[in-house]
């Protein structure tokens, strides 16, 4: 089933607006998928990104689209074949450091919802010429940060962002702050040592305290 750049937008802006943070995820044991997405769920983070940067990225998409509540899709989708396993692994959105008309063809084509990354107008400007309104600043912090992307305000109204990459509790709330901004994506809430300890009320406790800012 196929979507539209517009239909996209529409669900991509809709799960943006879910929460202020969405969890960007880098899982290597995939028995740590399912009490790592409870805890972000029940700390009021339920939209979450796995990334595919881990041999076992896919089979955690798989288990975490089980957890009641959650909303799980793929990050650092790359090429139409990772926007292919992706909706084979339960993926419910795709989430890319940048965009080719390729990977988004791939992605219309397979029915999965892209958050494309810009870090420039013209990038932007190309994703919106395609009918993506809603999209992901990214490295923002590398980009500019919040002065960044509070200058795309004006000029481009009809964005909408989700800035990621170097996106800390520190400065979250000053990219929130901007008209222009719908949610951040961020790390901090799922520390690899609280994973690895399998410190899920801590990392619930974390996601609380995100799922609070803005």
Known sequence: MSITPQKASNTSEKLCRTAPV?????????????PLATALVAGGLPVLEVTLRTPAALDVIREMAGVPGGMVGAGTILT???????????????VSPGATDRLLDAAERLGLPML?????????MRLLERGYRVQKFFP???S???????????????????????????????????????????SWVAPKDKVEAGDWAGIESLARTASRLG
């Open 144 to 186: 500019g940060g919040a002065s960044a992307l509070k200058a795309f305000a004006s000029p481009l109204p009809q964005i909408l962002f989700c800035p990621t990459g170097g996106v800390t509790p520190d400065n979250a709330g000053d990219y929130l702050a901007l008209p222009n901004t719908a949610c951040v994506g961020g």
């Open 22 to 34: 969405i969890p960007v995820l880098v899982v290597d044991d995939a028995a740590q998928a399912r």
């Open 80 to 94: 139409p074949e990772d926007a292919e396993r992706a909706v084979e692994a339960g993926a419910t959105f795709g």
């Open 140 to 142: 923002a912090e590398a």
């Open 116 to 124: 494309p990354g810009a870090a420039t107008a013209s990038e932007a």
